[in-house]
């Protein structure tokens, strides 16, 4: 009976066009994933010129003012792209992965980035991501939908079950057949993705495959349940594309509107305003107020002086920059933590809706989500400071440009570490199954007394 059934499933010609659909697209996703990873890199090696070229420029332009050189000078700060990204981009294509910044107030520098195509960003990548979570579900659907139906609609399920000894048991081996042959074409692409895209085998590639596996096998649970209440075939269908636009529509929608009701964030404007008021205003003010604030800060630089009755010093002109980031600090703060709230947020709603919660974690894994970003714009802040405090005394004393080691400023990265929690990832996937099969198996007492 099971090799029959085996045949049976793959002579249709249905069979095969929902295994190769995903076996295309899956594989087209990698091409995509590819050339996502590529563009990245090239535009990592382009930074790593272009600071060298400018560095070269600069100096050769402004051999012995180091101030006025380091007031057009940027320094780069890689976000390190993880091999995982080519399989879930997330919010990488929108979010900068290489930041330039001089040392004037960092504030307003923050946000500024280049302008994408916006047809292209409405449309978004077709990852992996996207086709592990919204088309395979929709074949899942189409393999599934009648298993039971179609032998009662074609008029074969009394013969079925006059010569099935376990009409059950039949009917969980045709659905394990086609749970067997997507997870077969699932970990065909996983292993080519290994390969392909040079991902290391690791606990996030591992981590990233089991979240793969469970989520299939969560929509074969759903399938089996619906299946269980022994419908027709037009609303079993109806059933399954209603819950996949409940999860994956309609959730994921809901999820993001109750986030930006209870946490706006105006303070992002904001913050670039009173970052570029905190300096712009001090050009027609007393000059010592701010140095004042400035020496507060920084107090091993209160041996430099600003020239008495001079109009402009670099001391004076940085103190001020420095001012305004300080002036915008608390609405920055703000931002931080409202973007942190977000976060938690939407992790908290997520764990009620498994769809969402896989594309969060598929996210983490690859480094490619709202937290990541979060995380960089704090690195940068370090970085800023650090290069500020380095060439603070420089610019002070008034040392010539072409005196500094200009070749051992180059492009700084960073890369943010993992750990992957195993328990948050899978529970919501692990209790949705386990809910879907207790339902099945009530069902299918009814209709069969076992």
């Known amino acids: 009976m099971n090799k029959l059934l085996i045949i049976n499933f793959f002579k249709a010609k249905e069979s095969w066009i929902g295994l190769l659909s995903i076996l295309f697209a899956g594989l087209l996703s990698l091409y995509f994933g590819k050339l996502f990873i590529k563009e990245t890199q090239a535009n990592e090696r382009r930074a790593v010129q272009l600071q060298k070229d400018n560095i070269q420029r600069n100096v050769k332009h402004h051999p012995k003012d180091i101030g006025l050189l380091l007031y057009y000078q940027k320094f780069g700060l890689v976000n390190q792209v993880s091999p995982l990204a080519s399989l879930a981009i997330g919010q990488r294509d929108i979010s900068p992965s290489i930041q330039r910044v ?20 409405l449309i978004g990548n077709l990852d992996f991501s996207f086709v592990l979570i919204y088309f395979i579900p929709l074949i899942i659907i189409a393999l599934c939908y009648n298993i039971i139906s179609e032998e009662k609609e074609g008029g074969t399920w009394a013969l079925a079950l006059s010569q099935s000894g376990n009409i059950k048991g ?5 659905l394990l ?3 067997g042959s997507v997870l077969a074409v699932l970990a065909l692409l996983l292993v080519v993705a290994k390969f392909y895209l040079a991902i290391p085998f690791n606990e996030k590639y591992t981590a990233f495959c089991l979240m793969a596996i469970a989520y299939v096998s969560f929509w074969f649970a759903i ?12 609303k079993n269908a109806l059933a399954l594309l209603t819950v996949w636009v409940l999860l994956n529509v309609v959730a994921p929608a809901t999820i993001s509107g109750i ?16 970052s570029r008021d905190g300096y712009h ?24 002086k600003h020239p008495e009755g001079a109009r402009f010093s670099w001391f004076w002109y940085f103190a001020m920059q420095q001012m305004g980031d300080d002036e915008a600090a608390k609405q920055s ?7 942190k709230h977000r976060i938690r947020l939407s992790n908290n709603l997520s764990l009620l809706f498994p769809s969402a919660h896989t594309q969060l974690v598929l996210n983490n894994l690859a480094n490619a989500d709202l937290q990541n970003q979060l995380n960089f714009m704090q690195a940068l802040e370090k970085f800023h400071e650090e290069k500020r405090l380095y060439f603070y005394p420089k610019i002070f004393d008034e040392v010539a440009s072409n005196t500094e080691k200009w070749d051992t400023h180059t492009l ?3 890369q943010q570490p993992i750990q992957v929690n195993w328990f948050i990832s899978l529970l919501p996937l692990l209790v949705g199954i386990g809910i879907c099969l207790g339902a099945a198996r009530l069902n299918h007492r009814k209709f069969y007394h076992l």
């Open 102 to 121: 001089n040392i004037r107030n960092l504030e307003e520098q923050k946000y500024n980035t280049k302008l994408a195509n916006p047809v292209y960003q």
């Open 170 to 174: 039949m009917i969980r081996t045709k």
């Open 177 to 179: 057949i086609r749970y």
């Open 223 to 234: 399938a089996w349940w619906v299946i269980s209440l022994h419908l027709g075939s037009s």
């Open 259 to 274: 986030i930006s009701m209870t946490y706006p964030v105006p303070e992002a404007f904001e913050t670039v305003i009173k």
């Open 281 to 304: 205003n001090k050009w027609d003010k007393d000059k010592a107020p701010t140095i004042q604030k400035f020496v507060k800060r920084y107090p091993q630089f209160a041996q430099y």
């Open 333 to 339: 703060q703000e931002l931080q933590q409202k973007m």
């Open 412 to 414: 700084a990265r960073y």
